[in-house]
């Protein structure tokens, strides 16, 4: 990869300062990659701006020079989608960071892309306020990254994905244009025309860089009844999800739990998690005080109607908040278990949930790796773990197989391949798998209206887009 | 430096538990203030696994990120899969002094007085004579600056010597038996701390029979990758203790106290040591940990104190995961008045010796402190270790709020008595 020309560097340093900019090749490798580390390619250069104008005058003269534009946040994407595969400059968020108001009479946040988005709960929380979506990775990921990924969470099941709580946003075009999509932070809710803001969420950084967003704050609700239910199999508490979401309950949070995770969790954690389990369910109940002691019990009979052994219930808050912890840090604790793992998102329809986790335990045992489970189950949002040792080649070539075995299925059974992390490089090849020609003509057409020369995070998402390896040969991974 | 490569130096079990998931990235001081990953955790892991397996060569600028590193351990506190990063660094850095040619300023920094000064308490005390008189004329201008805000944070005389107990007294009564690890800056900056732990051991029902004096734990050269000086000195502490009749050591400094809880570690290759580092470290505690024994006439609410706010200490929260003593006693003793602080738990840029050898982010990561003690309105900041109190106190006065008083938790303890 060519080294970006230095008179183009002098620019970029005129605008967001000398220490803001990182060109030389040892200052990059740790940008090489995100979450997912199965490729790697590092970017020819990383600008930290600190404004919006700063993003602009940055991409400005990236168009200019006609450099490929990677917007980052804190890289916890699963599926490479900040992965720089042509190389290009990234333009880190990480420094504009501050939650800018709080307006809690009209529920509202109004902050920076690089906030992290637990702050801006810890921010709203004295107004009785949250924001609701909650990836596990909230403690570190970036509202501007959720944007992006149009993120999910535990709490999404009742409240919604990112786009339901964002209310508009700022972005820099590829070519350095400012503009504004959906609501504008003194405006009214409801705007007219089509609406740019939801096309915008979800593009994974390709329509262009996030500067500012408006978001919306939900209520803290009055109570919450959360439950941990113990199951001998997977296919018990599959049962339990179906009946519990068919009986017209909507839990705040439905996950699932299977044998291998609870036992990487409990030896980090030591929350008191039966070790003998085949799952367990974490079922939250949330809303106004009145009516939640009956559907608590609903819940209960229907856990015991399928064979759960033992129902408890969080008795204080701190309880509660040590059993989020346990699900939420529950990818990373599988580095207890193996050196790498690499994990899919696939969604299937509740009712298919059984069958899927036959076949990933079926697909375990052939490839002979292990696939721990640890999944948003009220939504039918598989994620399976697939563990490997990236020294050894051949579990690598395995791992991904396993991976698309899964994936694959998930098309079969009704479902997508992603239902949050998105598509990155990762999963590109199933984009033709689960849409038509003509599907994907439209969604191109559609980039090509925010982004026309393809600069902005390009290699993303669509079928046919190069890979690291078509770059520079000897990066191929040994699959 | 020309790029050197390093030999194998991580223990591969360990650090391999990292699977770059990145939830530490936002718990990192250095990386919230720069926004640079190669400030995180995880890009340093990702660094010292690239040294680890000679995927590439140790360069000035990587190292530089690496020297940057807090040592604060936060990132271990949030970390799902448990990795020991304050181990892993030790071992970097060990790997990199190994190699690495230091500028002499830089070498004479921390090989003189980093290493050697601080932990030599009657040095150090000859030392601080000229410079506080330099301070009292205002002759700190003419140093050069990383000198200058050297002696910028030395605390102000005390103005009485306090005697620590003399070592080894008589076993007196049938109480458990306390050691108190006195500390080597403590004893020349804060002797009064000291004295105000072993107050604070002896109204919590322990007899204090033995004061370490001033020997060095060795934490200074443990951190900074020094480790076969920082196994002396281990051994040496442990020998002390072991000839004593002593259930419990005391240690008043943060820093101190989680590196002796963490001797063993020091001894992974030698079974005899490790053994005996193992028991020591069981008997280690820090002041916080006894403090509720303490009783209730100590307890007893003052409504009349001011509003006071609580600092986590790196390695007292971080490293020994102790929050909640020092919270208990002080909401105990002050109700409404004590108030939380925002970002309690990033570092002040203390860091053991970090403030003289990274001065810059250490003044930028004070200054963060600082606002944040201001925006609580509290007149009074409590924290546990004296590394956080001088650095603070700078930071204050830097920010003009010179009449926000810190002082350590013993300090404040026992002055709540009064």
């Not at chain 1, 990818?331 to 059984?354: C, E, I, Q």
């Not at chain 2, 734990?217 to 051994?235: D, M, T, V, W, Y």
Request: hydrophobic share 40%; net charge neutral.
């Amino acid at each position: 990869m060519k080294p970006v020309p230095t008179h183009v560097l002098r620019q970029l340093e005129g605008v967001v300062g000398k220490t803001n900019v990182i060109a030389q090749p040892d200052e990059l490798i740790v940008y090489e990659c995100d979450a997912y580390t199965l490729e790697r390619n590092a970017p020819q250069a990383v600008v930290l701006p600190g404004s919006t104008e700063e993003v602009a005058e940055a991409v400005r003269i990236c168009a200019h020079n006609g450099l490929p534009i990677i917007p980052r946040g804190a890289g916890t994407s699963l599926s490479g989608t900040v992965l720089a595969v042509d190389g290009g400059v990234v333009v880190a968020t990480t420094r504009m960071n501050r939650v800018l108001s709080i307006d809690p009479r009209n529920r509202r946040a109004l902050v920076e892309p690089g906030c992290v988005n637990i702050w801006v709960t810890r921010a709203a929380q004295q107004h009785r306020l949250h924001y609701a979506p909650d990836p596990s990775s909230q403690m570190a990921c970036t509202i501007g990254g959720n944007i992006a990924t149009n993120s999910g969470g535990p709490h999404t099941l009742k409240y919604g994905v990112t786009t339901n709580h964002i209310l508009g946003f700022q972005m820099v075009l590829p070519d350095g244009q400012i503009i504004w999509l959906g609501t504008e932070p003194d405006g009214g809710e409801d705007i007219f025309g089509p609406d740019l803001r939801g096309a915008a969420i979800g593009s994974e950084g390709m329509f262009g860089v996030v500067t500012q967003a408006l978001l919306r704050l939900t209520p803290i609700p009055q109570e919450y009844r959360t439950m941990l239910a113990i199951f001998e199999t997977v296919d018990d508490a599959s049962r339990a999800v179906s009946q519990i979401i068919a009986s017209g309950i909507v839990p705040a949070a439905l996950e699932m739990m299977d044998g291998i995770i609870i036992q990487a969790v409990e030896e980090r954690y030591h929350f008191g998690f039966p070790l003998d389990a085949g799952a367990i369910l974490i079922i939250e109940l949330d809303g106004l005080t009145a009516g939640l002691g009956r559907q608590t019990e609903q819940t209960i009979s229907f856990c015991l109607e399928n064979n759960a052994r033992q129902v408890r219930q969080a008795q204080t808050e701190k309880e509660r908040n040590e059993l989020w912890k346990c699900r939420k840090r529950a990818f990373g604790a599988v580095g207890k278990l193996s050196p790498n793992f690499m994990t899919h998102d696939g969604v299937v329809p509740r009712s298919k949930l059984p069958e899927m986790m036959r076949f990933i335990s079926d697909v375990s045992a052939r490839h002979g790796l292990q696939i721990p489970n640890v999944f948003h189950a009220g939504d039918g949002n598989v994620h399976p773990l697939i563990l490997y040792n990236e020294r050894d080649p051949a579990q690598i070539r395995r791992a991904i197989a396993a991976g698309h075995e899964i994936l694959r299925k998930c098309i079969q059974l009704g479902g997508s391949v992603t239902g949050e992390h998105g598509i990155g490089v990762e999963k590109i090849d199933f984009m033709a798998e689960q849409f038509t020609p003509d599907d994907l003509d439209a969604m191109h057409a559609l980039r090509n209206v925010f982004d026309p020369e393809e600069r902005c995070n390009p290699h993303k998402m669509f079928p046919g887009s190069m890979r690291c390896a078509d770059f520079v040969q000897r990066k191929q991974i040994p699959a | 430096m020309n790029s050197i490569q390093l030999p194998p130096f991580l223990d591969r079990k360990k650090s391999d538990a990292c699977v770059h998931c990145g939830l530490c990235l936002q718990v990192c001081p250095t990386f919230l203030e720069t926004g640079n990953e190669n400030d995180s955790p995880r890009g340093r892991i990702h660094l010292m696994r690239g040294l680890d397996e000679v995927k590439f060569p140790l360069t000035e600028s990587i190292a530089d990120h690496i020297d940057r590193c807090l040592g604060c351990r936060a990132c271990e506190a949030v970390c799902p899969s448990g990795v020991e990063y304050g181990g892993m660094l030790e071992a970097t850095r060990h790997a990199i002094t190994q190699h690495r040619k230091m500028r002499l300023p830089q070498q004479l920094l921390q090989k003189v007085i980093v290493e050697r000064m601080l932990t030599w308490p009657n040095g150090l005390r000859l030392a601080v004579i000229p410079a506080r008189g330099m301070r009292r004329l205002g002759l700190t201008k003419l140093l050069p600056q990383r000198l200058r805000k050297m002696v910028e944070l030395i605390p102000q005389k005390p103005t009485r010597f306090p005697q620590a107990p003399s070592s080894r007294q008589e076993k007196t009564e049938a109480k458990v038996a306390a050691g108190i690890m006195s500390g080597c800056v403590a004893s020349v900056f804060f002797p009064g701390t000291n004295q105000a732990t072993v107050a604070v051991a002896e109204s919590s029902g322990y007899s204090v029979d033995v004061d370490s004096g001033s020997r060095c734990c060795g934490a200074i050269h443990a951190h900074s990758g020094n480790l076969p000086e920082a196994r002396k000195r281990a051994q040496a502490m442990i020998e002390f203790f072991e000839n004593t009749e002593i259930d419990i050591v005391v240690v008043n400094a943060a820093g101190c106290g989680s590196t002796m809880k963490e001797y063993p570690q020091l001894f992974n290759n030698n079974s005899e040591w490790k053994q005996r580092a193992d028991q020591f470290s069981s008997k280690v505690r820090d002041v916080t940990e006894i403090v509720e024994y303490l009783p209730i006439s100590l307890k007893k609410k003052r409504p009349d104190h001011p509003r006071t706010t609580y600092h986590d200490a790196c390695h007292l929260c971080h490293a020994q995961h102790i929050t909640e003593q020092p919270r208990a006693l002080m909401q105990e003793i002050l109700g409404n008045n004590f108030i939380e602080l925002p970002e309690s738990d990033v570092c002040c840029g203390s860091a053991g010796s970090y403030n003289i050898t990274q001065p810059e982010l250490a003044q930028r990561l004070g200054a963060r402190k600082a606002k944040n003690i201001i925006s609580t309105g509290a007149k009074v900041v409590v924290t546990s270790n004296i590394g956080c109190i001088m650095q603070i106190r700078a930071s204050l006065q830097s920010a003009g709020a010179q009449d926000i008083a810190i002082i350590h938790i013993a300090d404040w303890t026992m002055q709540a008595k009064k």
